[in-house]
């Protein structure tokens, strides 16, 4: 009796000195179960950084003020709303707004994407006053999501910069700056968007 209980002893003292440090090597090579949400973006190209631009979001009032330049020599604001919501599978943001006042009635549409090929978001905005779409290319710089874009106009060329971040929970600002030629960039229209 008294020999059994030894080998016994014996027994589970061999497999607890052979098999604990096969467990702990075991345990350190198997990887963390991943999430869905972790399996998702690492499947499909470009979630994650879509993902990024669910700040957007929803439905937001804003108020555009305009400096005073060639495009409105007298400044002034116009108030308007924009919707944002995901397109087909979460692909592209989906942005229509529409403001009006002083300096005009802008009615648009706004789709953005990321390019795997380029490594950056790309903007296409639409709108009421330019035929065509207007096309951006983006990225983030620190916590500002910024968007370049270049075109001819009158033998010249524009070039705008857009800089937007969200500034506090339901609140976005976003700058539009423009230069022509090489003259240096000008501010041409501060936005402030709240959340409804």
């Known amino acids: 009796?008294?020999?059994?209980?030894?080998?016994?002893?014996?027994?589970i003292s061999?497999?607890?000195?052979?098999?604990?440090?096969?467990?702990?090597?075991?345990?350190?090579?198997?990887?963390?179960?991943?999430?869905a949400a972790s399996v998702a973006l690492a499947v499909k190209p470009g979630a994650a950084e879509m993902d990024r631009l669910k700040f957007y979001l929803g439905e937001w009032e804003y108020t555009e003020t305009y400096a005073k330049s060639g495009f409105s020599p007298s400044g002034g604001k116009n108030t308007g709303v924009y919707t944002s919501k995901l397109g087909p599978g979460?692909?592209?943001?989906i942005n229509t707004f529409h403001s009006q006042g002083p300096v005009g009635d802008f009615e648009g549409l706004l789709v953005m994407t990321w390019d795997a090929r380029e490594k950056a978001y790309k903007a296409y905005a639409f709108g009421n006053d330019f035929p065509g779409a207007l096309v951006?290319?983006?990225t983030f710089e620190g916590d500002a999501l910024v968007f370049r874009s270049e075109f001819p106009v009158e033998g010249a060329k524009l070039k705008l910069r857009n800089v937007t971040r969200l500034t506090a929970p339901?609140?976005?600002e976003s700058?539009?700056?423009?230069?022509?030629?090489?003259?240096p960039e000008s501010l041409l229209v501060h936005v402030e968007a709240k959340k409804r």
């Open 170 to 172: 339901g609140k976005i």
């Open 136 to 138: 951006e290319t983006g």
């Open 175 to 183: 700058e539009e700056y423009m230069a022509m030629k090489d003259a």
């Open 1 to 11: 009796m008294k020999n059994m209980r030894r080998v016994r002893i014996a027994t």
């Open 90 to 93: 979460g692909n592209s943001l």
């Open 14 to 35: 061999m497999v607890l000195v052979l098999c604990v440090p096969l467990w702990a090597e075991r345990q350190e090579k198997t990887p963390e179960k991943p999430t």
